[in-house]
């Protein structure tokens, strides 16, 4: 009997082809609604390998109804929704897919931030509802970009990749992180700040920590009153890293100015979420990492995982260093 690998999500048939002269794949087929729970466990209980979404929660229930599982990769680089510290103690190796999604999501953060400074989403309504009936000086006039401060928040991967970007547009740039990058500030001029000097001085705050216990609700009213009136915060990272209901009156009261927001507390988000309802926001639905190509590298890196674990070999990005000892 070949081991079982269960997919949660429809991928394309070509990318699994390979995979399935060895395995016996099964693929969630449905695409406009996730793999419900109860399935996901049952499913969870027969297979030897997950190929899994942020969407999906990895927790002690599903794990441990594992009992032939091996291993879980997540079609993301965070994996905020795997206890990690369970997996290893089930002896079931994590992977996510680092490094591939790097630049996609950087020049997406980019776009975004460049979308909401320059306002083009609000142009491109404006033009499209028939409304551009004469020209003015000041017509849809945003913020510039260009030798302006950016204050990213994580100096990951995508942070530096980010901050890279930004010394096309000639910015000063400013970052947070637990530890001090030493690339980034000889490379790229960046400067090390604490989280109160970089919310003070950035015309640009941009987040791309991951989600943990401590960047949980790190955005509160609070600091949106810190930042300068004229700064648009931009979040790429996790929606829960933000309280929305202090950003929302942040953004109506214009303790600042604007936001681009890839990522959500709840995901989809509803759409009546008072943040929908703002012009001053660019609202994207978690698309950092979706390019055709960049899609196609990230399943390609799952099914890589998936096939060295099962094969008794080493994964390419492995999370828990310490699940088979
Ligand atoms: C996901 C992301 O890949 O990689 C991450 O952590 O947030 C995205 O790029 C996407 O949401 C699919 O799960």
Same mark, same amino acid.
């Given at each position: 009997m070949k081991p079982y690998v269960f997919i949660t999500r429809k991928l394309p048939d070509e990318a699994v082809e390979k995979l399935r002269a060895k395995y016996d794949v099964k693929m969630?087929?449905?695409?406009d609604v996730g793999v419900p729970r109860s399935i996901l466990l049952e499913e969870a209980g027969r297979a030897d390998a997950l190929l899994t979404m942020l969407s999906d929660q990895i927790d002690e229930e599903l794990l441990s109804a594992g009992? =032939?599982?091996k291993v879980v990769t997540n079609?993301? /680089?965070?994996?905020? $929704?795997?206890?990690v510290e369970a997996a290893t103690k089930h002896g079931i190796a994590i992977c996510n897919t680092p490094d591939v999604l790097t630049a996609a999501t950087a020049d997406l953060t980019f776009a975004l931030l460049m979308a909401t400074a320059r306002r083009i989403v609000e142009g491109a309504e404006f033009i499209k509802a028939g409304q551009w009936k004469s020209w003015s000086p000041l017509l849809l006039a945003g913020h510039d970009i260009h030798h302006k401060t950016i204050g990213i928040v994580g100096m990951g991967g995508i942070g530096s990749a980010v901050a890279k970007r930004a010394t096309g547009f000639e910015m000063e740039i400013l970052y947070h992180n637990r530890s001090r990058k030493n690339d980034v500030e000889m490379e790229l001029g960046a400067t090390y700040c604490s989280f109160e000097q970089l919310i003070e001085r950035s015309d640009f705050v941009v987040c791309l920590t991951p989600l943990t216990e401590e960047t949980? $609700?790190?955005?509160?009213r609070d600091v949106f009153r810190r930042m300068k009136k004229t700064a648009i915060f931009i979040n790429?990272? =996790?929606? !829960?890293?933000?309280n929305e209901e202090d950003l929302y009156a942040a953004l109506v009261d214009g303790d600042i100015a604007a936001a681009g927001l890839d /990522?959500?507390?709840?995901? !989809? #988000?509803?759409?009546?979420?008072?943040?929908?309802?703002? +012009? $001053?926001v660019v609202a994207i639905p978690h #698309?950092? +990492?979706?390019?055709v190509e960049t899609r196609l590298n990230m399943i390609q890196l799952c099914l890589d995982n998936i096939d060295a674990i099962l094969s008794g070999k080493e994964p390419k990005t492995l999370v828990n260093k310490e699940w088979n000892k």
């Open positions: 969630w087929e449905k695409e009992t =032939r599982l079609l993301a /680089v965070g994996y905020d $929704n795997v206890d949980k $609700n790190l955005f509160t790429a990272s =996790r929606g !829960p890293v933000v /990522v959500f507390a709840k995901e !989809p #988000i509803d759409q009546t979420h008072p943040l929908l309802g703002l +012009s $001053n #698309i950092g +990492s979706a390019t």
